[in-house]
C-alpha cells in the first residue's frame, strides 16, 4: 500500500473516531450517565454504523455510477428512500431515548431523581406532590414508603421511562444530509483533482508527441537534401566535404540523443542553428546572403529543444528562390532575463505548403503555451512578401 492510501486510511479512520465521539460527550454529562453505559448501548453503534454505511454507499457506489454519470434521477431516488430510512429508524433519537432509559434505572436506590418520601411524611402530604415532580417514579427502596406508593401507583409496571418525544427526529435527518453533502463533496473534489491531473499528464504527452513530431518533421527533409550536397562535394573533390559530414552529425546528434528533456543548454540549440546554416549555404547561390548574429551571454542560460529550429527550418525552405534575389537576417540576443528571437525572409511558397507550414508553427505555440504560459511573447507578420518572426522567452 502506497504512502497516499495510507495517509487517506488514516484520515478516514481519524474523522470516524471523532465523529463516533460526539454521542460519548453530549450523553455523558449526567450523574447517573458513563461513557461506559452510552458503548454498551446498541442504538450508539446503530447510530454509528447507519451513517458509516451511508457515507460509503453514497462516496463509493452513488456518486461515481450515478451521480458523475449523469443519471440525476436515479440518484435522487436512492437518495430519498435513505432519506425514508433514516426517517423511520431514528438513529440519534434511539441513542437518546435508551442511554436516558439506563440513565434512571441505575439512579441511586432505584428510586426516581427526587429520591424516597421523607420518613413520617403524612398520607395527606404524599397526595400533594410538588409540581414539577412526576407522579410514576419508581417505587423507593423503605419498605413503609413502598407499601404507601404501591397503594398510590396504577397497576402494571411502576417505571414508565421519560416522557413520550415527538416521532420526527429532526437531528437524525440533519445529519444525513451532512453526511451525504460531504461525501459528495470529498468525491467531486476527488474527480476534478483525477481531471487535472489527466489533462497535465495529456499536455505533457502532447508536448512530447510534438517534439517527436518536429524531430520527425526536421529529419527527412533536411537530412536527404544535406547528403546530396555532400555527395556532390565529394565527387567534386571539395574539401568542405569532411567538415560539412562532421556539421551533419552534430546536428544529429542533437536532435536525436540530446533533447530527450524540456530544456537543454542555449548554447547548444545556437551551435545546432550554426551547423544547420553552414550546411544548407553550401545550397544556396550568391543570390541569398544569411545574415545570422548572436550577442550576449549564453552561460547558464537554457530553451526547449528545436523552439527556435522550427523557424530556422520555415526560413530556408520556404525563403529561397533560385530565380529571384532574397536575404535571410537571423539575431539571437541575449539579455539577463531574457532570450529575444528575430528572423526575416521573403516568401516563395507554394499553395501545397501553406498548410504544412501553419502546422508546424502551430505545435510551437502549444509548446511554448505549455513550457512558457505567461513568460513569452510571440509576433508573426506577413507584409509586403516578407514573412518575419520575433520571440522573447522571459526567463
Known amino acids: ?35 461506559i453505559s452510552v458503548l454498551k448501548n446498541y442504538s450508539y453503534w446503530l447510530f454509528g454504523g447507519t451513517y458509516i454505511i451511508l457515507f460509503y454507499i453514497n462516496g463509493y457506489l452513488l456518486i461515481p ?13 436512492l437518495v430519498f428512500v435513505f432519506f425514508s430510512c433514516v426517517y423511520v429508524i431514528k438513529p440519534y433519537d434511539k441513542l437518546v431515548r435508551n442511554t436516558e432509559i439506563r440513565a434512571d434505572i441505575s439512579s441511586p436506590e432505584g428510586g ?42 396504577p397497576p402494571g409496571n411502576h417505571f414508565t421511562g421519560p416522557p ?16 451525504m453533502a460531504i461525501s459528495t463533496a470529498i468525491k467531486v473534489v476527488q474527480q476534478w483533482q483525477l481531471t487535472e491531473q489527466r489533462a497535465a499528464r495529456a499536455e505533457t504527452d502532447k508536448a512530447t508527441a510534438e517534439l517527436s513530431f518536429l ?5 527527412p527533409h533536411f537530412l536527404f537534401n544535406t547528403l546530396n550536397n555532400i555527395y556532390t562535394l565529394a565527387v567534386t573533390h571539395d574539401e568542405s566535404a569532411a567538415d560539412s559530414i562532421m556539421k551533419l552529425s552534430n546536428i544529429m546528434r542533437y536532435v536525436t540523443d540530446e533533447v530527450t528533456t524540456d530544456f537543454v543548454p542555449l548554447q547548444s540549440e545556437v551551435d ?26 549564453m552561460q547558464h542560460k537554457t530553451i526547449p529543444p528545436l523552439m527556435l529550429m522550427t523557424f530556422i527550418e520555415n526560413v530556408f525552405k520556404y525563403g529561397i528562390s533560385k530565380q529571384e534575389p532574397s536575404i535571410i537576417d537571423i539575431n539571437i540576443d541575449v539579455a539577463e532575463s531574457a532570450v529575444s528571437f528575430f528572423c526575416q525572409n521573403r516568401i516563395f511558397i507554394r499553395n501545397s505548403d501553406t498548410q504544412r507550414m501553419g502546422i508546424g508553427i502551430k505545435n510551437t ?3 511554448l503555451d505549455h513550457l512558457y504560459s505567461g513568460r513569452h511573447l510571440l509576433y508573426i507578420t506577413n507584409d509586403d512578401e516578407f514573412y518575419t518572426v520575433q520571440l522573447v522567452l522571459q526567463s
Open 1 to 35: 500500500m502506497s504512502r497516499f492510501k495510507i495517509f487517506i486510511v488514516t484520515i478516514h479512520i481519524a474523522g470516524w473516531l471523532l465523529f463516533m465521539a460526539f454521542p460519548l460527550l453530549f450523553l455523558n454529562g449526567g450523574e447517573n450517565s458513563s461513557a
Open 65 to 77: 455510477r450515478l451521480f458523475l454519470r449523469k443519471k440525476y434521477i436515479d440518484y435522487a431516488i
Open 112 to 153: 426516581s431523581e427526587f429520591g424516597p418520601p421523607p420518613q413520617g411524611s403524612s398520607p395527606d402530604a404524599m397526595q400533594q406532590p410538588p409540581i414539577d415532580e412526576e407522579d410514576d417514579s419508581l417505587p423507593s427502596a423503605n419498605n413503609n414508603t413502598s407499601q404507601f406508593n404501591n397503594q398510590h401507583q
Open 164 to 179: 413520550n418525544r415527538l416521532h420526527f427526529d429532526s437531528t437524525s435527518l440533519f445529519i444525513f444530509l451532512m453526511i
Open 215 to 219: 524531430k520527425a518533421q526536421i529529419n
Open 272 to 297: 545546432c542553428i550554426s551547423d544547420y546554416i553552414e550546411l544548407q549555404r553550401i545550397r544556396m547561390n550568391d543570390r541569398t546572403p544569411v545574415n545570422f548574429t548572436v550577442r550576449g551571454d
Open 365 to 367: 505555440k502549444q509548446r
